[in-house]
Each structure stands twice: as C-alpha cells, then as structure tokens.
DNA sequence: CGTCTTTGACCCGCGC
DNA sequence: GCGCGGGTCAAAGACG
C-alpha cells in the first residue's frame, strides 16, 4: 500500500505558452490566494505541475450560466490556454450519497449468491428524472513516488478500477468522517507516472484531523478556510471558511478546445461538477509531460515540500 | 477486535 | 437496446 512520501509538486511547460501557470506574472492571484507569496520564491512555482484536464467539460458544462452558483465564475484574469473547467457547484452531495444509502438498506437475509444478486438489483430504485449529481471537483497533479498523499485527512479506500488506455488503476477514497461527503480520487499519469492526480470531491464538513506541524502560525493558508495540511489544503477548500476564494481562482472560462492531448495549463483544476459517468480519462486526453524536477524525499506533506525545495535551491 | 484494503460484482449514464 | 467505462458497494481478508 502506497503511503505519503516523496512528493513534489511540479511544473510543466505550457505545450503553448513558455510561461508557467505559476508564473508571478501569468498567474498573479494565485500565491495571493494561497498566502504562500512570501514564503516561496517564484523560482519554486516554476516547477510546480500544470494541472491537467481531469475530466472533458461535458457540453452542458461549458454553457453552465453558474448564476445560481455559489462560486463565480471569471473572477480572475484568464490563464494562457487555461483549461480549467468551470463547474455549477450544485452541491449535491445528500444525492449520492442517499444513492448509495438506498442501495443497501434492504439487503437482507444470507441465501445463496443468486438470490443476494436479486435482491441487489432490486435494492436501488429508478430514480427517474434525477441524475447523478457530482459535488464540484478540484484536480492537481503531483509528482511523486507514491500515490496516497498524506493531506491532514483520513482517508478510507473504497474502491480501485482499472482505467482505460492506462496501466495504473484508479483508486477511490472517501473521507473516514461519517458526516463528510468528500472524496478523492487517485490515478497516476499513464504518460509520465511519476505524476499523480489528485481529485477531490466535495468539502469537508471538519477541521482536519491532523492539524500540521505550527505551519498555519507563518500564515500560510488558514486565512482562506483550507483545511491545514498539505496537497489537500491547496485542493480542498472546507465549509469552516472563505471556501470561495480557491474555487473562484480556478473558475476559468470554458474550455476552449484545444487543449486536446495535452495538459494546458493549470496546475490545480477546479473540475466542477459532472453528472456524467463517462467523462473521458486524463489518459484519453493528457500527455503528461516529462519534467527535469526530481523526486524528494519527504512525507508529502505540502508544507514540508516548499522548505525542502528551498533548501535544495539554496544549497 | 476494530480498522482498513482488496476485489469482484453491480449500477448508471452515455454513445452508437 | 446494447456495450462500454466510470463509479460504488460490500464481503472477505489483512493488519496492527
């Protein structure tokens, strides 16, 4: 099992713009946003990954009007080919899960397998005329050695599918709060597999468990309502806070069709909300491009990256 | 013994 | 309608 450790958050080349996403000038919000403009020299952000499209926008996505939508929508100045996904944010986390609620409840009795499978198929009524809502959704990739990185939450590992066109499997994890929908998504980059793609669904309704080492007291990040600890603080804005600020960010305008085959240009995505099932795969569309960073040696904690970093640039 | 992972089966939405 | 692929469930096993 694949344990936090040796993670660097990286950069690639814009595959149309010589300028990082990063970049202070490109993306001038963005260490604002996370409070780490003083803590980290630009030199870092040059290195930190562009995120890749997760997930194709499905149509009715591009056009969502996001005007009942608790996120705003262009709030910032557009990246060079971002292709960051806008989301509707419709917040339904209770549809999933009572999906699932439902599917269980009345299974009952031990019979044979036959009639175990019966009674599922019966376990989960049409719901006719009610899709599948997802919870908005950020994305970000992350060089590193293993997949699981550790981001101040506990985690609870409930499925692993194979992905189509990829050697690596994908794996699901939900938080281990019985009150919290989020949950996260796991998959390497088929391309370059020192890469690791973050997705995380929905927000926490909890402080983080793990609260990390005396970072928040530099300052870094609290102000905005993320969750203290890691990659997962960049990605998951929770309810305790001014959770728009990060989604606003990454609330870029729609995709704009070019972005096929390639990461464009955003290191976090926010992915948004996809009520289809068959969104088509970071390998279907990505190229993950190879960097010069190497791999650190640390327990993946975010935090830990940038002084790592730091000290690898100073010395 | 409680928690977590593994894994096969199932459900669902979408495209053809 | 069917097949495909993503997402999820839940039993069984592993682990501390």
């Known amino acids: ?3 936090s450790g040796g993670v660097k958050i990286e950069g690639l080349a814009d595959s149309q713009s010589s300028s990082s996403a990063f970049d202070s000038s490109s993306s001038p919000g963005f260490m604002d946003l996370l409070g ?10 040059d290195s930190i990954l562009q995120v890749p499209w997760l997930e194709a926008p499905s149509p009715s996505a591009i056009k969502a009007p996001h005007d009942s939508s608790p996120e ?5 100045p557009t990246t060079p080919n971002s292709s960051s996904v806008s989301s509707d944010s419709n917040e339904a986390g209770a ?5 699932h609620r439902q599917r269980s409840t009345d299974k009952s009795g031990e019979g044979d397998q036959e009639e175990e499978r019966n009674a599922k198929k019966q376990l989960k009524p049409k719901k006719t005329g009610q899709k599948r809502q997802r919870q908005p959704r950020f994305a970000f990739m992350t060089k590193s050695e293993v997949d699981f990185l550790e981001d101040g939450y506990r985690w609870r590992k409930y499925g692993q599918k194979a992905v189509k066109n990829s050697p690596f499997p994908r794996s699901y994890y939900r938080c281990t709060s019985s009150t919290c929908n989020v949950k996260k998504r796991v998959e390497r980059c088929f391309s370059d597999p020192s890469n690791v793609v973050t997705t995380y669904e929905g927000q ?11 970072r928040n007291a530099a300052g870094v990040l609290p102000d905005y309502g993320f969750s203290a600890g890691g990659a997962a603080a960049f990605a998951m804005p929770t ?3 001014t959770n728009a600020l990060f989604s606003d960010y990454f609330q870029q305008p ?5 972005m096929n ?9 926010h992915v948004g909300s996809i009520s289809s099932s068959k969104s088509t795969s970071l390998e279907d569309k990505s190229s993950c491009t190879p960097t010069n960073a190497d791999s650190l040696s640390d327990n993946g904690l975010l935090q830990d990256i940038v002084p790592s970093i730091l000290r690898k640039q100073q010395g």
């Open 239 to 241: 309810q305790l806070g």
């Open 1 to 3: 099992m694949e344990k």
């Open 261 to 269: 085959g390639c990461f464009q240009s955003l290191s976090f995505s």
């Open 72 to 76: 705003v929508l262009n709030q910032l």
């Open 204 to 214: 926490h309704t909890h402080p983080s468990p793990m609260m990390p080492r005396g």
């Open 254 to 258: 729609p995709y704009n069709g070019s």
């Open 95 to 99: 549809s999933v899960n009572d999906d």
């Open 36 to 45: 780490l403009q003083d803590v980290v020299p630009s030199l870092i952000f």
